[in-house]
């Protein structure tokens, strides 16, 4: 008799601890903390000579590309990206070893979050070959001398949950508002102008973006405008207007993301059109009337 076994692989996550989530403690601990993990100046102008910032936002698309394919848990591109930007502060990188660089900062940082990290074979696969299992194996000893073995990194990510269980928000909406304020930071990490942002900054200016475009501030009006952001710098000791500018700036930046994404829509269906009717048709944008008014956004 032939014995079928039915288990599915299922990854174990331990759920958020809300004796941790409650304690004011545990969130002045991250403030305190968070700056540690940053890179102290624009390393484009002081350390790097051959990598330009639009070198960095390939890369990073790159990484956010591999991480949704393989289903990563969603600290894992912000951490990665960290440990990328550290790295270029201090030490001076070809443009030839940026990807290898990237794909380095992919494997230590799944390795620290996720229940299966990714292998270096897979990681090897996406560069198409270009670089070999033993050479990702041999940078990672370098990235972890100079990142002095400092891998427990402070992101964004860490001050969702404690951000988001104190705004008097409705429980039905919190994994709507979690998907969206997870978009926004992986957003702000392909961005250079946001590396050197306190990561509390960003989650703060992340959670105020996602309710605004999300819209959710208009059934109460204890949330709404000023009084929104007044509560978001409160719980995170971050001044109102350069929260407010925060926001904005991340704003700017999905606004930007949604035309380069319509942009690409465009070409795809012009290519479409010259090879003829026999290819499927792309489903439309929503063409959102303000940057963060859209309902499904995904990376």
Same mark, same amino acid.
């Given at each position: 008799?032939?014995?079928? +076994?039915?288990?599915?692989?299922?990854?174990?996550?331990?759920?958020?601890?809300?004796?941790?989530?409650?304690?004011?403690?545990?969130?002045?601990?991250?403030?305190?903390?968070?700056?540690? @993990?940053? $890179?102290?100046?624009?390393?484009?102008?002081?350390?790097?000579?051959?990598?330009?910032?639009?070198?960095?936002?390939?890369?990073?698309?790159?990484?956010?590309?591999? %991480?949704?394919?393989?289903?990563?848990?969603?600290?894992?591109?912000?951490?990665?990206?960290?440990?990328?930007?550290?790295?270029?502060?201090?030490?001076?990188?070809?443009? %030839?070893?940026?990807?290898?660089?990237?794909?380095? +900062?992919?494997?230590?940082?799944?390795?620290?979050?996720?229940?299966?990290?990714?292998?270096?074979?897979?990681?090897?696969?996406?560069?198409?070959?270009?670089?070999?299992?033993?050479?990702?194996?041999?940078? *990672?000893?370098?990235?972890?001398?100079?990142?002095?073995?400092?891998?427990?990194?402070?992101? $964004?990510?860490?001050?969702? *949950?404690?951000?988001?269980?104190?705004?008097?928000?409705?429980?039905?909406?919190?994994?709507?508002?979690?998907?969206?304020?997870?978009? @926004?930071?992986?957003?702000?990490?392909?961005?250079?102008?946001?590396?050197?942002?306190? $990561?509390?900054?960003?989650?703060?200016?992340?959670?105020?973006?996602?309710? %605004?475009?999300?819209?959710?501030?208009?059934?109460?009006?204890?949330?709404?405008?000023?009084?929104?952001?007044?509560?978001?710098?409160?719980?995170?000791?971050? *001044?109102?207007?350069?929260?407010?500018? %925060?926001?904005?700036?991340?704003? +700017?930046?999905?606004?930007?993301?949604?035309?380069?994404?319509?942009?690409?829509?465009?070409?795809?269906?012009?290519?479409?059109?010259?090879?003829? $009717?026999?290819?499927?048709?792309?489903?439309?944008?929503?063409?959102?009337?303000?940057?963060?008014?859209?309902?499904?956004?995904?990376?």
């Amino acid at each position: 008799m032939e014995l079928l +076994c039915l288990e599915m692989e299922t990854n174990i996550r331990a759920r958020p601890d809300p004796n941790l989530l409650c304690d004011d403690r545990v969130l002045q601990r991250l403030l305190t903390i968070e700056e540690r @993990f940053l $890179p102290q100046y624009s390393y484009f102008k002081v350390v790097q000579k051959d990598i330009q910032p639009f070198m960095r936002r390939m890369v990073a698309t790159w990484m956010l590309e591999v %991480c949704e394919e393989q289903k990563c848990e969603e600290e894992v591109f912000p951490l990665a990206m960290n440990y990328l930007d550290r790295f270029l502060a201090v030490v001076p990188t070809k443009k %030839c070893n940026l990807q290898l660089l990237g794909a380095v +900062c992919m494997f230590l940082a799944s390795k620290l979050k996720e229940t299966r990290p990714l292998t270096a074979e897979k990681l090897c696969i996406y560069t198409d070959n270009s670089i070999r299992p033993q050479e990702l194996l041999e940078w *990672e000893l370098v990235v972890l001398g100079k990142l002095k073995w400092n891998l427990a990194a402070v992101t $964004p990510n860490d001050f969702i *949950e404690h951000i988001v269980r104190r705004l008097p928000l409705p429980e039905d909406k919190l994994a709507l508002i979690r998907k969206h304020v997870q978009t @926004f930071i992986a957003l702000c990490a392909t961005d250079f102008r946001f590396a050197m942002y306190p $990561p509390s900054m960003i989650a703060t200016g992340s959670v105020g973006a996602a309710i %605004c475009g999300l819209q959710l501030d208009s059934a109460d009006q204890s949330q709404w405008g000023d009084s929104l952001t007044d509560l978001l710098a409160k719980i995170t000791n971050t *001044e109102v207007d350069v929260l407010k500018e %925060c926001q904005e700036q991340i704003e +700017c930046v999905l606004e930007s993301s949604l035309r380069e994404g319509r942009q690409q829509q465009q070409q795809q269906q012009q290519q479409q059109t010259q090879r003829g $009717p026999s290819g499927k048709g792309l489903d439309e944008l929503d063409q959102s009337s303000t940057p963060t008014d859209v309902r499904d956004v995904n990376l």
